[in-house]
């Protein structure tokens, strides 16, 4: 049976834990929650590289696959924590802005925290995608310790939303924002589609341990095609 690790600094890795565990029950799925270095957010890249590797290391060699749910932690230190450990497997968090089909036309809104959006990693990102649509980054800082409090409404998006154009599409760049992924497609409604990334993470770490379409599931059609496959 195969061996699955979450790690995350905070709730994200509840949330996606709980996600494959639901679609790949037959595993093991454990966490790995660094909650006394949470929040990750305000980190230097240098600083959360160090992080990571030291949360980790005990664990290296022990699961067929280390999940690295944290957004941020994904951007900094995935790339280098694959070559520390080239023994051992890792899946980073998926960026749907490299992912999802969109029409020169389509009016895209990103929403992530701003470590994200304003990072280095993530604006190359972004500069690859400009001119297959119009994007727009919103960033949702103030949202996360409401959700981590139950405190979030329909009301907060309804107030964040006010200044900013209707999308086609909304993307949610951080794993957080799935506890609310409803409240955020009630508000939207009708007019926009809401994407998460659970659906490439879980062809991801399917791939990984190489049990690709085991579950079942195709990628929505809304997804770009890497390499001719999906």
Same mark, same amino acid.
């Not at 051992?88 to 029409?103: H, N, S």
């Not at 599409?169 to 926009?192: H, M, S």
């Given at each position: 049976m195969a061996k699955i690790a979450v790690f995350d600094s905070g709730w994200g890795g509840d949330i996606c834990a709980e996600y494959l565990?639901?679609?790949?029950?037959?595993?093991?799925?454990?966490?790995?929650?660094?909650? =006394?270095?949470?929040?990750?957010?305000?980190?230097?890249?240098?600083?959360?590289r160090s992080l990571v590797r030291s949360a980790l290391k005990p664990h290296i060699g022990k699961y067929d696959v280390i999940?690295?749910?944290n957004s941020v932690a994904s951007l900094h230190?995935?790339?280098?924590? =694959?070559?520390?450990?080239?023994?051992?497997?890792?899946?980073?968090?998926p960026f749907l802005i490299?992912?999802?089909?969109?029409l020169k036309t389509s009016k895209v809104m990103v929403l992530s925290?701003?470590?994200?959006?304003?990072?280095?990693?993530?604006? =190359?990102?972004?500069?690859?995608?400009r001119g297959m649509a119009e994007y727009t980054i919103v960033t949702c800082d103030g949202w996360l310790e409401k959700i981590d409090n139950r405190e979030f409404t329909i009301d907060d998006v309804a107030e964040k939303m006010k200044n900013f154009e209707t999308p086609d599409i909304v993307l949610l760049e951080c794993t957080q924002l799935l506890r609310v992924k409803k409240l955020i497609e009630g508000y939207f409604?009708?007019?926009?589609?809401?994407?998460?990334?659970?659906?490439?993470?879980?062809?991801?770490?399917?791939?990984?341990?190489?049990?690709?379409?085991?579950?079942? *599931? *195709?990628?929505?059609?809304?997804?770009?095609?890497?390499?001719?496959?999906?």
């Amino acid at each position: 049976m195969a061996k699955i690790a979450v790690f995350d600094s905070g709730w994200g890795g509840d949330i996606c834990a709980e996600y494959l565990s639901l679609e790949l029950g037959v595993f093991q799925v454990d966490r790995i929650i660094d909650w =006394k270095n949470f929040p990750y957010s305000y980190r230097t890249p240098v600083k959360i590289r160090s992080l990571v590797r030291s949360a980790l290391k005990p664990h290296i060699g022990k699961y067929d696959v280390i999940v690295i749910s944290n957004s941020v932690a994904s951007l900094h230190a995935l790339k280098y924590i =694959k070559e520390k450990y080239s023994e051992q497997k890792f899946v980073g968090m998926p960026f749907l802005i490299d992912a999802v089909k969109t029409l020169k036309t389509s009016k895209v809104m990103v929403l992530s925290t701003s470590s994200v959006l304003f990072s280095r990693e993530y604006r =190359k990102i972004l500069d690859k995608r400009r001119g297959m649509a119009e994007y727009t980054i919103v960033t949702c800082d103030g949202w996360l310790e409401k959700i981590d409090n139950r405190e979030f409404t329909i009301d907060d998006v309804a107030e964040k939303m006010k200044n900013f154009e209707t999308p086609d599409i909304v993307l949610l760049e951080c794993t957080q924002l799935l506890r609310v992924k409803k409240l955020i497609e009630g508000y939207f409604g009708w007019r926009a589609q809401v994407i998460d990334a659970n659906t490439l993470l879980l062809r991801d770490v399917c791939r990984a341990i190489k049990i690709s379409n085991s579950t079942g *599931k *195709k990628l929505p059609s809304v997804f770009r095609k890497v390499g001719g496959r999906e």
